[in-house]
């Protein structure tokens, strides 16, 4: 069974910066896509960034290019969003999902969600 757990949430000021992990079981990174998505208040789910099985070219949304930084570690199946520069828009809940396809930032191509960490980014 397909396991994947968040972690490294918080509270931060503008400016601040923190990183994600998302640690997965039951499949190996050659077979899988890792995405995050977040949710804030009243809001809608939106993709955030994402990375391929083969370690081609990420995927960013346009709000968080130059400033958040997907990367993967094989050794430890677990996947980070570095996040840098922080705003307070940027607060939301953070999922990580995985997908058996090269989904890009298509949320309905992924079968598989953690159960989110909370981002606080206080102006």
């Known amino acids: 069974e397909v396991q994947l757990v968040e972690s490294g949430g918080g509270s931060v000021q503008a400016g601040g910066s923190l990183r994600l992990s998302c640690a997965a079981s039951?499949?190996?990174?050659?077979?899988?896509?890792i995405g995050w998505f977040r949710q804030a208040p009243g809001k809608e789910r939106e993709g955030v960034s994402a990375?391929?099985?083969?370690?081609?070219?990420?995927y960013y949304a346009d709000s968080v290019r130059g400033r958040f930084t997907i990367s993967w570690d094989n050794a430890k199946n677990t996947a980070y969003l570095q996040m840098n520069s922080l705003k307070p828009e940027d607060t939301a809940v953070y999922y990580c999902?995985?997908?058996?396809?090269?989904?890009?930032?298509?949320?309905?191509?992924?079968?598989?969600w953690g159960q989110g960490t909370q981002v606080t980014v206080s102006a």
């Open positions: 999902a995985g997908s058996i396809v090269d989904a890009g930032l298509l949320m309905g191509s992924y079968t598989h």
């Open positions: 039951g499949f190996t990174f050659d077979d899988y896509n």
């Open positions: 990375v391929n099985s083969n370690g081609g070219h990420p």
